[in-house]
């Protein structure tokens, strides 16, 4: 730690953020590996290292013995200040060094509110924010995550794209680059070496020419690149690396405990959700093979609490053995066992009455939507009833709290729909009234809302978003419907809603509206202390780009999206088939019910989702 860091620690909140030294963090010799790679997260510690996927990576790519993977964060506003006052520039945690010196700049990019902290590393780095100004193998950016499945908004400064899973891509780009070199190659040289590689997007290897109303008139590859890039999975997740001995953070993040990844992917297809076709097909880890994870992991790190991971965990096929397995464990070491992502369909109360008894948790249902006609549309496949016998299970067994999760802006919606939400919420009060065991101590009924954001590579790509006015007008709808002093209701600010769905669905164009923002002051995005609305409108108008023309259009089946040269391993036509069953309020099964043929399975050699 220099003297510099030392001097302004104390004048920051949650100096350990920046510190680095944590039990199990990686160093090596920096001068015996030939890549050295910054793994990069555009978000607080906290939040960074709250993901699993980091955690993951970071692990896989240290047992290289040629590669040194280091983590950095953005620093918080006061931080950041500080950094700059002092001629501090951004750095890794393991080393401490700038993280100007690496070869590999790799951010983790899972949320679109994030766009500007990637622009503030970048210069807080000192490395040129355009990928056209950066020459040469140094200083190469990369991204992953959800959000590269449409990397457009940030084509301008992203030299190189991972889609899908990266245990086996990210290994692959950096021993190529390992490769790249030694043999002396030129970055353009690279990235063309790079483009055939399976899973590899590289922006610069697309010209993108504009309709003189703004769409996209056609998406011309080049050199190796592929049209379309198809992501990379993981097939045999027994054998797919998992970090048992993982970092144990010095301060507390968001989620401190274990986490179990138990499957990928989801059987269900609700249609709105990019994960649920981002991550398919479905592929689940043996029980054996879990508890052994989970038992190593607890017993290295020392965590109190683990918690079972997936987009659908009570879809695993195996839950309740695995649960009474793990329990064995974590009983007698009074550690928790939690499952987040259950569904009312298929609850359990005597799985959650042996879940509770080290800690008795909360219980949460997403229902998404008030009526079942909606439900049916958005291919939820959950109805009153499964709700209602849930709800009743878990307040005669002692419950006395619920939350409820519900997304409003959903296609098809009316008026009728919201209103929906409320009776729902009564009927569950209902049913703690008639049900209840406990009623001494009363009931809590928590409805949350959200706003539908139109994400790519999802049956309802093609949606007009809400105007923000009318987002409002459904929320005070619901908020009035609402009285009981036993409900409470919670909604999202749908200001950042609406730019999700710009930039979830936005072009190459896009690049100079994010940069504007960011020289405008612009950062942090993601959170409501330093969100501003005004300066992001503000930014769009000096580009002269309606964002309107991104959110608030509905597209044409024949129009060319952003994102064409990248493909999930779903079937465009697969996809506007389901936004048509949506318009009839007609479910899809679930694919362990019957295999629609969404084409996800063509990525599997086996070609067999789940077991």
């Not at 190189?160 to 002396?184: N, R, S």
């Not at 054996?288 to 997936?310: M, N, P, R």
């Not at 994010?514 to 959170?527: S, Y």
Request: aromatic share 10%; charged share 25%; glycine share 6%.
């Amino acid at each position: 730690m220099t003297d510099k860091l030392k001097r302004i620690l104390p004048l920051v909140q949650k100096p350990a953020r920046y510190t680095g030294g944590e039990y199990n963090q990686i160093v090596k010799n920096k001068d015996e590996v030939d890549v050295r790679f910054a793994f990069c997260f555009p978000d607080t510690y906290e939040i960074g290292m709250s993901n699993l996927g980091m955690r993951i990576l970071y692990g896989l790519l240290n047992e290289l013995p040629n590669v040194w993977c280091e983590r950095v964060f953005a620093p918080w506003i006061d931080m950041e200040q500080q950094m700059r006052d002092n001629d501090i520039p951004l750095y890794a945690l393991e080393s401490g060094d700038p993280v100007k010196d690496f070869d590999i700049i790799a951010f983790s990019i899972g949320y679109e509110m994030a766009y500007t902290n990637i622009l503030n590393m970048l210069d807080l780095a000192g490395i040129p924010l355009h990928a056209s100004d950066r020459h040469g193998l140094k200083n190469m950016v990369m991204a992953g995550g959800t959000c590269t499945y449409n990397a457009e908004p940030l084509a301008d400064f992203i030299d190189l794209v991972f889609l899908g899973e990266g245990e086996e891509l990210d290994v692959e780009v950096c021993q190529l680059y390992a490769e790249a070199k030694k043999a002396g190659l030129s970055k353009e040289q690279f990235l063309i070496e790079a483009a055939k590689i399976e899973g590899v997007y590289v922006p610069s290897l697309y010209d993108v020419s504009y309709n003189d109303d703004g769409t996209i008139k056609a998406i011309t590859p080049r050199e190796t690149a592929k049209m379309p890039c198809v992501k990379r999975i993981i097939e045999d997740m027994d054998k797919a690396y998992f970090p048992t001995k993982t970092i144990v953070p010095s301060t507390e993040i968001v989620h401190d405990r274990t986490t179990l990844e138990v499957f990928r992917g989801c059987i269900r297809g609700c249609r709105f959700c990019q994960a649920g076709y981002a991550y398919r097909p479905v592929r689940s880890k043996s029980k054996d093979v879990l508890v052994k994870q989970a038992t190593e992991a607890l017993s290295d790190s020392g965590y109190q609490e683990i918690t079972l991971s997936s987009l659908s965990t009570s879809d695993y096929r195996h839950l309740e053995p695995l649960c009474d397995d793990l329990l064995d464990f974590c009983i007698p070491r009074s550690t928790s066992l939690s499952l987040p992502s259950l569904r009312a369909d298929n609850f359990s109360m005597e799985l959650m009455k042996r879940l509770q008894k080290v800690r008795k948790s909360g219980l949460t249902f997403a229902p998404e939507a008030g009526t079942q006609r909606l439900r049916d549309a958005i291919n939820k496949n959950v109805t009153e009833e499964d709700l209602l016998t849930s709800c009743a299970t878990a307040f005669s067994g002692g419950w006395n709290g619920v939350k409820l999760y519900f997304m409003i802006g959903l296609p098809t919606e009316t008026d009728e729909d919201v209103l929906g939400i409320a009776d729902l919420a009564y009927k569950v009060l209902a049913t703690w009234k008639r049900t209840a065991s406990v009623k001494n101590r009363g009931v809590t009924i928590t409805v949350s809302t959200s706003c539908f954001v139109p994400k790519p590579h999802t049956p309802f790509q093609w949606e007009a978003q809400n105007t923000m006015d009318e987002f409002k007008r459904k929320q005070q709808l619901l908020k009035d419907a609402m009285k009981a002093k036993a409900i409470n209701y919670n909604w999202h600010d749908p200001d950042t809603s609406y730019l999700e769905a710009v930039f979830a669905r936005g072009d190459r164009r896009l690049g100079a509206v994010i940069e504007q923002a960011w020289r405008d002051g612009a950062k942090m995005d993601g959170w409501g202390d330093c969100f501003s609305l005004e300066r992001w409108l503000g930014a769009f108008e000096k580009c002269g780009i309606d964002p309107d023309f991104y959110a608030l259009r509905e597209r044409s089946r024949d129009e060319i999206l952003p994102w064409s040269m990248v493909s999930v391993g779903v079937d465009t036509d697969y996809m506007w088939s389901e936004r048509e069953q949506a318009y009839k309020s007609v479910i899809t099964p679930d694919c362990r019910v019957q295999c629609m043929g969404c084409g996800a399975n063509c990525l599997l050699k086996e070609k067999n989702c789940d077991d």
